[in-house]
């Protein structure tokens, strides 16, 4: 019996693993990209090779696994809205059946965020706090009384589809000003632009970034950290 947990993150850009101590030490971990336009087997078949790299020890604590939603919860039939190839996949069930006797538990990867925060980041000591996630979208968890709300669905926190503005842009499910919508990181970095940004601005100023010449909202942030007052707004 190992005392490791098996950390699992599905994401559309990459997937990542990690056996993780119980004082939340990550001793080894591996990613890969996320196959773009890949059918249901082939994004499994990628995950399963991810974990054989990892050399998993036999009798694991747990698995653990973060993943886009939508989902069934706590069943964890995933549809990821950005991985088309998985609709209604039974994750949580396959990995059960790759680690049998080992509890496999699933959940939006915006909730796992705010319960690290909550266990060893941002949010230690505090019984009441929101977690959020800016990126291609916007998601969220909630913890209250010192304890994650699931909600009857596992949906409570995602602030990402409250509405903040009923005259706002489109959103991709189907609503008009969420949060999301106007918030994400490509909506952050198109508003900087409409109001004059340029990214280019930083790299006159010999800055260096991973992406050189695009209008990212991490350049954004880079930016604003630097007090380009387009991006501070
Ligand atoms: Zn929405």
């Not at 490791?4 to 993780?20: N, Y």
């Not at 496999?104 to 959020?132: K, P």
Request: include cysteine; charged fraction near 15%.
């Amino acid at each position: 019996m190992s005392d490791l947990t098996l950390a699992v993150d599905i994401g559309g850009t990459k997937f990542a693993a990690g056996l993780v101590e119980p004082d939340g030490q990550v001793v080894a971990a591996e990613r890969v990209a996320t196959p773009q336009g890949a059918d249901a087997e082939t994004l499994w078949h990628t995950l399963t090779a991810l974990l054989d790299r990892l050399d998993v020890p036999a009798g694991l604590a747990g698995v653990g696994v973060g993943c886009g939603g939508p989902m069934t919860w706590p069943e964890g039939e995933v549809s990821p809205l950005n991985m088309g190839g998985w609709r209604g996949f039974p994750l949580r069930g396959r990995l059960a059946g790759r680690f049998p006797g080992v509890p496999v538990r699933i959940h939006n990867d915006a909730i796992c965020l705010a319960v690290a925060e909550h266990w060893r980041g941002a949010g230690r000591g505090s019984a009441a706090m929101l977690g959020m996630v800016v990126s291609t979208g916007v998601g969220g968890g909630l913890i209250l009384g010192g304890r994650l709300i699931d909600g009857g669905t596992g949906n409570a926190g995602h602030i990402g589809h409250v509405v903040v503005d009923p005259e706002g842009p489109p959103c991709g499910c189907g609503g008009h000003g969420c949060l999301e919508a106007i918030a994400r990181g490509p909506g952050l970095a198109a508003w900087a632009l409409a109001q004059g940004w340029s990214p280019n601005a930083a790299v006159t100023r010999g800055e260096l970034y991973q992406e050189e010449g695009t209008a990212t909202a991490r350049r954004l942030a880079a930016d604003a950290a630097a007090g380009d007052p387009i991006a501070l707004a």
